[in-house]
């Protein structure tokens, strides 16, 4: 299992950016794949990105795709959403998860622990 701790939200002005940071707690997290996942007030969660594990590898949700940006650094077991152009439907709680792909999309993995706090994105107009 994987405990990660989320981090970098805060409130920005409407075309503003943040950058996300995702710390894992399990020394070999650098072999998995992980994923962004944000959840709105009164909304499901919802997929954001997504990065293999050699950090080769990138996918995004079509709502963001263009704006935001996932990486990784594994010797820090950390992975990073930079949200450029932010827009007001991008406020969110947002969370990092070891995540497997589902056809043209990704879903979190189960089986890897319990969800984050998550860090909290405010993009006012």
């Known amino acids: 299992q994987v405990q990660v701790v989320e981090s970098g939200g805060g409130l920005v002005q409407a075309g503003g950016s943040l950058r996300l940071s995702c710390v894992a707690s399990e020394r070999t997290a650098y072999t998995f794949d992980m994923g962004w996942f944000r959840q709105a007030p009164g909304k499901a969660r919802d997929f954001v990105a997504a990065?293999?594990?050699?950090?080769?590898?990138?996918y995004y949700a079509d709502s963001v795709k263009g704006r935001f940006t996932i990486s990784r650094d594994n010797a820090k077991n950390t992975v990073y959403l930079q949200m450029n152009s932010l827009k007001p439907e991008d406020t969110a709680v947002y969370y990092c998860?070891?995540?497997?792909?589902?056809?043209?999309?990704?879903?979190?993995?189960?089986?890897?622990?319990?969800w984050g706090q998550g860090t909290q994105v405010t993009v006012s107009s």
């Open positions: 990065i293999l594990w050699s950090g080769t590898v990138t």
């Open positions: 998860k070891r995540a497997a792909r589902l056809g043209s999309t990704w879903r979190p993995r189960t089986d890897s622990g319990p």
